[in-house]
């Protein structure tokens, strides 16, 4: 049984997420042998143009025969906006949705059931809601449901977590259908002597890592987003966390292969399990960060690293631009850091407003680090690690070097948990901070000597528009949130504006609009000033050659197509 105990006990907080996934809410993880029947569609064949021709060549080289052969003539191919089937094609689709699964709870256009799919607690982006929701349990259930999209031209968009934060899984305003990947949750293998882990993806990554403490295997998956993230989910934004300093990000190597139903209903594995491989080009990588545009992934098979002994520590500054000097020092030492967050000083008068915490922190910018080390051979205690204790005074003298003072090193694994807990309470202390607000989350990244100016540049300009807000980064990596806090609609308009500016900012100083949140519906106008005319147009040719009805999780993503004078607008 999944000890979901752990999400409470680590995040405090969690028992404010959104109620997700009832129908497998208490579902332990199961192990079973997956069996794919791999559905093939009548082959069609069509004329392309330009580098369609050579894309599609490309992709159905790697991805497939059958992606090629779907290439249909549809009118997304030739214009711009993709044709949806009518409101009558949507009723039609839900029918055969019904005749094909039962009308029983694998498919719902219960009220309720579409509203809690289409609008999220946790970001402010316009909700919509689905025409229906569909809970697949395999990958061939989620192919009956593509085709039934493709035969009606509806939409399509996968669910997971819903824990995204930039309006990733909104319906479309046609109406369209919701796959909900909660009955898919189960880890298939483990294969401990190769450091990996075959599962279905909707499971959450925080169970796996539960279900393999219990089993006793000291292995992890160190990729850690939201504790209520699913693999599926994680993979299609992107995403990473505080780990990433030390691990990477989903962009790395984590993921060694998925396994996707393709828009044209045909099932492709993108390679096998071995740890590398150069043959060809990597076509896993094409659905991370696809957020759902591309296909659906029913299975995926990720590689863990080895639980090691860590501990805490937290040190004050002066001020950012020193806490990050001390960073950029630290991460050149060549110790053992799994994490580095930077926190401001809002946010520590947060941590200690927010009540949850044993202690009371000076309120000043300060950094949270998370050491990281081999146990000594012979200790039993991860606290008696050798290493840990090298590391820490090492970074002791490093961070005082840059006027660092109150360095407060973790007495025992219970205080580490303890200070861990106050940083990964961010989200939830932040709003803390004003009485009745919300708080609009965002997050962008830069090169890590950038940092400094960002932050200072960013806090200014919160003090101008007269709003609160946390700064929190996951500063080895350069990436930092923040959390603006609004009550009215006037002052949510502010908070907007703010995450504009901020975006701009971080794309000038040659950085991104999304360091791990993704883009979705919240991000996608500025994919063009950061990324180039050539590479999002790159991307959607690939877009369209795999999807050329333009179904899958339409309006997220891609910049919706503008005309070169307001493109030239956007930029500036
Ligand atoms: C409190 C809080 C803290 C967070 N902290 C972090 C953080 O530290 N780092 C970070 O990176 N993110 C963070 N996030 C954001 C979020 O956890 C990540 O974006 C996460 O990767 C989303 O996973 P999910 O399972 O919830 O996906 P969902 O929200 O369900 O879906 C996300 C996208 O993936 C697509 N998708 C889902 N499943 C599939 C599938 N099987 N096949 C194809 N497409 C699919 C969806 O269509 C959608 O576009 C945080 C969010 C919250 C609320």
Known sequence: MLARGLRSSLYLSMKHYPPHRSLNATRPAKYFSSVHTISNPTPRFHRFSGLQVALSVL?????????AVYLTDSPYLKSETPQFGSSDDIQNAISDLKKIFGAGSKVSTDPDDLHDHGFSANDHHPGMRHSVVVYPESTEDVVKIVNIATKYRVPITAYSGATSLEGHYRGHSTGGICVDMGNMDHIIEINEKDGDLVCQPGVRWMDINETLREKGIPLFFPIDPAP????????????????????????????LNVTVVLPSGEVIKTRQRSRKSSAGFDTTKLFIGAEGTLGIITEVTIRLAPVLPTTVAVVHFPNVQKATEAVMDVMQAGVGIQCVELVDDVFMSAINKFGMSKKVYPEKDSLFFKFQGPATIGSASPSASASLRETAEIVKKITEKHGGTGFRLARDANEADELWADRKNAHYAGLALVDGSKGWPTDVCVPVSKLPQLVYETKQDIKNAGLVSTIVGHVGDGNFHALILFKTDEEMERAKELVHRMVKRAIALDGTCTGEHGVGIGKKEYLIGELGEGTVQLMKTIKKTIDPLGIFNPGKLYPDDVTS????????
């Not at 004078?565 to 500036?572: A, H």
């Open 228 to 255: 209520g993230a699913t693999i599926g989910g994680m993979l299609s934004t992107g995403c990473s966390g505080t780990n990433a300093v030390r691990y990477g990000t989903a962009k790395g190597e984590w993921f």
């Open 565 to 572: 004078s307001t493109q030239k607008t956007s930029k500036e």
């Open 59 to 67: 992709i159905s080289a790697s991805l497939g025969f059958g992606t």
